[in-house]
């Protein structure tokens, strides 16, 4: 993790798998969209406005979204369908693209679609990193110290809070949590349903 400018981007966060995957499950890929918003939610909580910074994140979004929808029939409105053919061109110098073989009506639906699981991933940004204010806090001050993190340092700082809690606690709460303490974990522990719902 890094704010030092690369190119055109201001700064990066690098994450690195930990096996080597050939797919990835609906679940999976609604995280990874709600970590690239992640940049855009903590503009607007920490600084209360935005900026072009998040331009990048929010494509690479949206495109995954898309994906979903189009490519992977992931959308329960739209069903387990694809739209649109591959048209690879790329000895003509253009990149791979999609030939639109749908309606103006499922075009609609699929830009209803895209918005509502858009705004379901934004959401979920929005509350975890709200429950977790301090830690966002608390990375963004290291970075501005040292400009680089590195994974065992970021998960030092991420284990950090949780020490702190665990001292915190009575000597015959160490090894099991307060009925309390549970219903608190449930309620950072936010995932989507199998099938997200709609509001």
């Known amino acids: 993790m890094s704010i030092i400018p690369r190119g055109r ?5 690098l994450s690195l798998p930990k096996e080597d995957r050939y797919y990835l499950t609906r679940s999976e890929l609604f995280d990874r969209v709600t970590q690239l918003l992640g940049g855009r939610v903590a503009e607007e909580l920490a600084l209360e406005e935005i900026s072009t ?3 990048n ?4 979004a949206t495109n995954v ?10 959308s329960e409105e739209l069903g387990p369908l694809t739209f649109g053919h591959k048209k690879e061109e790329v000895f003509l110098g253009r ?11 499922v075009a609609s639906a699929i830009d209803r679609e895209v918005r509502h699981f858009v ?3 934004y959401n979920k940004a929005v509350t ?3 429950e977790n204010r301090d830690r966002l806090d608390k990375v963004a001050a290291a970075l501005l110290e040292k400009e680089t993190l590195e994974a065992d340092e970021f998960k030092q700082l991420m284990d950090s809070d949780s020490n702190a809690e665990a001292t915190d606690r009575p000597e015959n709460d160490e090894k099991k949590d307060s009925p309390k303490q549970l219903s ?4 950072l522990r936010i995932s989507f349903p199998t099938a997200p719902q709609r509001a």
């Open 53 to 55: 910074g998040a331009q």
């Open 95 to 105: 990149d791979i693209a999609r030939d639109r073989n749908y309606s103006e009506e």
């Open 57 to 60: 994140d929010l494509e690479r």
């Open 128 to 130: 975890l990193l709200t």
């Open 184 to 187: 608190r974990m449930a309620e």
């Open 119 to 121: 705004d379901l991933c």
């Open 9 to 13: 981007a201001g700064g990066y966060t």
């Open 65 to 74: 979204i898309r994906k979903m929808i189009t490519e992977y029939g992931m």
